[in-house]
């Protein structure tokens, strides 16, 4: 019960509104530090407005997102929230802060449904580009870089070093030079995983990384993320169809249906919940059969 | 035969003129997708700075020729940067999400300021420089027309090689390359990886200033004049250059400006220099019509 005792993010009556289009409607939920958070839900759920919001894609119509890399305390949060500030170094209201000071300053990594790797550079360099902020800072504007003085090589060293251990990890090792965009498809998706890990992000938010793998795949996918919470490197917090993954790696399942979530809970309880049931196969159908479809991984 | 190569010779220097201006256009619309038209005038403007420094330093203080131009070049590079960097952040930043026509018409704007500014200050006529360094050497002599090769065309043609290589360099192994290269594919995901895609665009900038002031003291150096509206037209070959060499690609900036620098001289020379400039714009025309993009660049790039 991680996200009750030590919430990393605590989204509070988030809406958002498309003109008519009521989106994410009230939508209040935590996710706990060191978890792996599923957000799941039928097609036109609201996850990715849900998703772009939290990230400063959008800006929410109404409501309030918090985090905090440290420790979020709700008294805090409320000095915070009537201050006019965004942040305190330590606590970030994040529907106030646009998509670059989200990542810069309170560490969320997000990737997208669709590959947004940098196509046509190495595998290698798209995990530098990650770690370009800290670089850019040790090279002087490049300047530095090009008189090759040792405080550049040393971070440049450390750079290569991360980027080479997690192409090792996701076993792209010998295709560190290799166009990002000439990968097999599952491999792209783990890059843009590790990509985003080099960023050494608080909260890893993963837009359906399993879209399009095969089961191989999705289950090497599986390991790659539970590895990463295992070894408490960062929180995770994941949009997927795919139920078989869903309820392997996650400590926690938030579900939403039209905008509103209807259920929030351990995997065990959210597959049992009758509303969710309800959601994915309509209220006809008997009780077995979705236990039997959910759990065979057929919910999405 | 030892026209054709006096001519060669001229072609190559006015092509890596040529050349080092269109580097300018090619990275700016590499990283942000914009044709910065006011990019000819920054190089008449750095030439217009090198030529008062040089006066000034010559003529006033008494420095000899070889250290004056150095310290010109240098001052010609440092406050043309400053200038185009202050000309994207007050005329192009604001602009980047809107539409496309936007920044590029702001960019016209600044073009005939500047070009306008320096005809108050300056007056429209050709500013001189005293000839320097007009040391040759003899090719082919005893024919019908000795061919030469002077000091300052060595010079121009040594430092833009030396300078791409240089730029090269950075580009491809720096992480002010690397930025540069991942906001050009998606300048949205770099931000979004903590690439500060305002500084890596704002250095384009810079760097693009600084190359088109060499090239503008270069050409003072080579012509000895330059005049008010100087910017516009060696501006738009250098931007034909660019297009011909297959615009956001750095290599074809180089080899499209020593192309355009050859057609000029050998149309001038063989038919006549009244339509020159009319061949080198219809090598523009030709290259949108059979081959938009252009000798080294990648399909699909966006054309103009």
Known sequence: MNWLDDPILRVDHLTMRFGGLLAVNDVSFAAGRGDITALIGPNGAGKTTLFNCLTGFYQPTAGRIAFSSEKLDAEKIETLTRSARKHDGETFLLERMADHEIVRKARLARTFQNIRLFQGMSALENLMIAQDEALSRAAGLSFIGLLGLPSWRRAEQAAVDRAVAWLDRIGLKKRADDPAGSLPYGDQRRLEIARAMCTKPALLCLDEPAAGLNAAESHGLAELLRGIRDQGETSILLIEHDMSVVMRISDHVVVLDYGQKIADGSPREVREDPAVIAAYLGVEEQEEAVEEAVLSGGGA | ?304
Not at chain 2, 38 to 60: E, K, N, P, R, Y
Not at chain 2, 101 to 110: E, K, N, T
Not at chain 2, 254 to 278: A, P
Request: net charge neutral.
């Open chain 2, 1 to 304: 035969m030892e026209i054709f190569l006096q001519q060669l010779i001229n072609g190559v220097t006015l092509g890596s003129i040529y050349g080092l201006i269109a580097i300018g256009y090619t990275m700016v619309f590499g990283i942000i997708g914009m044709v910065n038209f006011a990019h000819g005038d920054v190089f008449m403007l750095s030439a217009f700075i090198a030529l008062l420094l040089l006066l000034l330093l010559t003529q006033m203080l008494g420095l000899a020729a070889a250290p004056a131009f150095v310290v010109a070049l240098v001052a010609s590079m440092a406050l043309t940067a400053l200038w185009n960097f202050a000309i994207e952040r007050v005329a192009y930043r604001r602009l980047r999400g809107s539409f496309r026509l936007a920044p590029l018409i702001s960019a016209i704007g600044m073009s005939t300021f500047l070009a306008n500014f320096v005809t108050v200050t300056q007056g429209p006529n050709n500013k001189s420089i005293p000839p320097m360094w007009d040391q040759v050497i003899a090719i082919t002599s005893g024919g019908a027309y000795d061919v030469t090769l002077s000091y300052k065309q060595i010079l121009i043609v040594a430092v833009t090689g030396a300078l791409l290589a240089a730029f090269w360099f950075v580009v491809q192994k720096t992480p002010l390359g690397r930025a540069q290269r991942a906001c050009e594919q998606d300048a949205k995901m770099a931000a979004l990886l903590g690439v500060d895609v305002n500084r890596t665009v704002a250095l384009t900038f810079v760097i693009g200033a600084a190359l088109a002031a060499v090239a503008g003291s270069l050409y003072l150096l080579q012509y000895g004049v330059v005049k008010s509206s100087d910017g516009f037209v060696p501006g738009v070959k250098a931007f034909t250059a660019a297009v011909l060499g297959g615009i956001g690609s750095l290599p074809g900036a180089v080899l499209g400006g020593l192309l355009i620098g050859l057609i000029e001289t050998m149309w001038g020379q063989y038919f006549g220099s009244d339509y020159k400039d009319v061949a080198a714009f219809s090598v523009l025309a030709i290259t949108l019509i059979f081959m938009p993009s252009g000798l080294m660049g990648r399909p699909d790039v966006e054309k103009v």
